[in-house]
Every structure is written in C-alpha cells, then in structure tokens.
Nanobody
Framework: QVQLVESGGGLVQAGGSLRLSCAAS????????MGWFRQAPGKEREFVAA????????FYANSVKGRFTISRDNAKNTVYLQMNSLKDEDTAVYYC???????????????WGQGTQVTVSS
C-alpha cells in the first residue's frame, strides 16, 4: 500500500512556474506508475500527466503538453510535476495518484493524495 502527500502548490502569476512534489510512503512505490490529476471548481477531475515505474515513459494531457514535466526519484520515493508558463485555466486542486498496474493514462489509480491548491492569477 502507498500513502501520498502532495506539496508545492500556491499562488502564482500567469506565465510563472511551480513545482509540485508528491512524497510516497510504502515499499512498493518504485513499482507503481504515478499520475497527476487536477480538479477545478465546478469541473470533473481530469488527467494531467503520468509516468511509468521506471520513469522511462511519460504521458501528458494535450492541454499541458510542452508546459508541464512529470518526473520521479525512486530513491526519494517522490514524484514531481514541473509546471511552466502557467495559465489561468491551470487553476485547480492537483492530486497525485498511484497505479499498481503501471498503465499510464488508462491505469487503475487506487491510491490518492489529499491534493494541493494551485491558483494562477492574471
């Protein structure tokens, strides 16, 4: 089992950058695919990015491709989301999630963090 805690959210101006971190506990972290999702007010939760257990494969939503980068450090049990060129529409609560099946976009994300708020102001 994996427990996840996000950090790094905050208020940033449009065009700025933030790096989110997700610290995991549990021996199986390094075998899990990991993903980032977000939920804006009044909207459904949506996929943002995912990374395979090895870090060798990454997947992105079209809306963030070229601006966001997902990465992981299995030695530190941490996954990151570097967010650049932030836009108003990136404002949301961001969640990291663990996928034991390591299937990327179509994975079975059984484990979730509590979320961290990202607010982009114009």
């Amino acid at each position: 089992q994996v427990q996840l805690v996000e950090s790094g959210g905050g208020l940033v101006q449009a065009g700025g950058s933030l790096r989110l971190s997700c610290a995991a506990s549990g021996r199986t972290f390094s075998t899990y695919g990991m993903g980032w999702f977000r939920q804006a007010p009044g909207k459904e939760r949506e996929f943002v990015a995912a990374i395979s257990w090895s870090g060798g494969s990454t997947f992105y939503a079209n809306s963030v491709k070229g601006r966001f980068t997902i990465s992981r450090d299995n030695a530190k049990n941490t996954v990151y989301l570097q967010m650049n060129s932030l836009k108003d529409e990136d404002t949301a609560v961001y969640y990291c999630a663990g996928d034991p099946t390591d299937r990327g976009i179509g994975g079975k994300y059984d484990y979730w963090g509590q979320g961290t708020q990202v607010t982009v102001s114009s």
